[in-house]
Nanobody, 116 residues
Framework: QVQLVESGGGLVQPGGSLRLSCAVS????????MRWYRQAPGKERELVAG????????NYADSVKDRFTISRDNAKNTVYLQMKNLKPEDTAVYYC?????????WGQGTQVTVSS
C-alpha cells in the first residue's frame, strides 16, 4: 500500500534549523502535489506548506513564510521541509500528505520540539 515515512524531527533550540524528509512509496509521486501539515498539542492540524507536482509552485502558511522552504526530488520520491529560525510555537508533530481525488494519505509524523 501507499507509504509516507517522515524523518528528521528532533529537539532544537530557538533560532535553530531542521530539515524534515518524507519518503513516499507505491504512489505516483511525480504526478501529485505534496503538503506538510503540523499539529500541536490541543490544536487542530494545520497546513504548513505545499508544493506542486513539478516543484515550481509553492505556498506557505503566513506563520512560516520566509523561515520554511518546501522542496521535492521526484527522482527520489521525497519531499522536504527546510525549517530555519525555529520558534517555540513551531513545536508540533509534522506530517506529510498526498491527496488524490479519492483520499488523503498521511505519514506517521515526526516530532519537532523547539525549546531551550
Amino acid at each position: 500500500q501507499v507509504q509516507l515515512v517522515e524523518s528528521g524531527g528532533g529537539l532544537v533550540q530557538p533560532g535553530g534549523s531542521l530539515r524534515l524528509s518524507c519518503a513516499v512509496s507505491r504512489f505516483p509521486f511525480s504526478s501529485y502535489a505534496m503538503r506538510w501539515y503540523r499539529q500541536a498539542p490541543g490544536k487542530e492540524r494545520e497546513l504548513v506548506a505545499g508544493i506542486g507536482s513539478a516543484g515550481s509552485d509553492t505556498n506557505y502558511a503566513d506563520s512560516v513564510k520566509d523561515r520554511f522552504t518546501i522542496s521535492r526530488d521526484n527522482a527520489k520520491n521525497t519531499v522536504y521541509l527546510q525549517m530555519k529560525n525555529l520558534k517555540p510555537e513551531d513545536t508540533a508533530v509534522y506530517y506529510c500528505n498526498a491527496r488524490t481525488v479519492l483520499r488523503d494519505y498521511w505519514g506517521q509524523g515526526t516530532q519537532v520540539t523547539v525549546s531551550s
